[in-house]
């Protein structure tokens, strides 16, 4: 029987109603949680680690990078053949696509979380829990990447994103489809993860921005940030890749300041293209040396530019790990 280490970090699925404020609040120790789930007991051996108990909008980037480091230490070990993640499911995309960037472990890395408290009738943990583990027990998983885990449905960490704010199957991967599924006993793949990148510097770089764009947005966030010597901005574009004229004055401006600008989109799906060639277009931006998100999300492209300042700060080679 493997063993599978279960890292709890908090988040929706360790909490439960607080009668005094009539809302979810952390409640459940990582050993409780996995406790609840006693069909664990024929599916792997089990050993939890407490990273944290807090929600996941408390969860920074700097702490998804330390989570990598506990990680990758304790896959060191060679009794230990894989690991599932128990997250919030506010930031938990991001979280695994930090640690599908950074973890130098091959061994099956899989987030879940929850949708419903531990106090709610249909909580949704255990059973995330079990098909977490299930994944991460299989073979098949080794060398996918990080994956995400929740109602029996598994998808690649750089591909998934939460859809829904409370529908128990909020995770989807809008463009790309899942890339398997548990089915009671059996855990199975359609397809392998793609577009797998490694980006792991010493350290990451945190003061990167995310700005979103709207009709007739102006440059005043831009100036913002450019007055308080940002390292870097993500700004999310319209359809695939246009920006309003003001956001097109506010971004020439941060690259005259030295400061690298990543271009996503604000869509869910699909990418940044060059299709166009008018003023404020993804065409223009590409030309004056802007950075292409491709298809990732803003949240997604932030985090890959504070990994990837952590080896450069050199425009072109950051274009460069871009379109990797």
């Known amino acids: 029987m493997k063993k599978i280490i279960a890292v709890t970090t908090g988040g929706t ?36 680690v407490e990273e944290s108990n807090v929600p996941s909008g408390h969860i920074t980037p700097q702490m998804m990078f330390d989570l990598a480091k506990t990680i990758d230490k304790l896959a060191q070990r060679p009794d230990v053949d894989g690991f599932v993640v128990t997250h919030g499911t506010d930031t938990l995309e991001e979280t695994a696509y930090m640690l599908d960037m950074t973890l130098h472990t091959e061994k099956p890395v899989c987030v879940t979380g929850a949708m419903r408290g531990a106090s709610d009738t249909s909580w949704d943990g255990p059973g995330n829990i079990l098909a977490a583990v299930k994944t991460a027990a299989s073979d098949d998983a080794v060398g996918q990447g990080v994956l995400v885990v929740l109602n029996d449905v598994i998808h690649a960490a750089r591909e998934v994103t939460k859809t829904h704010s409370v529908n128990t199957d909020t995770f989807q991967s809008p463009w790309w489809g899942p890339i398997g599924h548990v089915y009671f006993d059996r855990v199975v793949f359609k397809r392998k993860s793609v577009s797998r990148q490694k980006i792991q510097p010493n350290e ?19 100036k913002c940030l450019i007055e308080k010597g940002v390292s870097g901005i993500v700004v999310e574009a319209f359809g695939c890749g246009n920006v309003p004229l003001g956001v097109r004055k506010g971004i020439f401006e941060a690259r005259s300041a030295g400061i690298p600008v990543v271009l996503a989109t604000r869509v869910f799906a699909g990418r940044v293209a060059r ?9 223009e931006m590409y030309s004056h040396g802007i950075i292409l998100a491709e298809e990732l999300s803003g949240q997604k492209a932030r985090l890959k530019l504070m990994l990837a300042l952590g080896i450069t700060k050199d425009n072109e080679k950051l274009r460069e790990i871009f379109q990797q």
């Open 13 to 48: 699925i360790a909490m439960k109603l607080d009668p005094k404020t009539g809302g979810l609040v952390p409640a459940v120790s990582g050993e409780d949680l996995l406790a609840a789930v006693p069909a664990l007991q024929s599916v792997a051996k089990i050993e939890v």
């Open 204 to 222: 990451l770089v945190p003061d990167v921005y995310l700005i979103k764009s709207v009709a007739g947005m102006d440059d005043f966030l831009f």
């Open 275 to 283: 299709v166009y060639s008018y003023m404020g277009s993804a065409g």
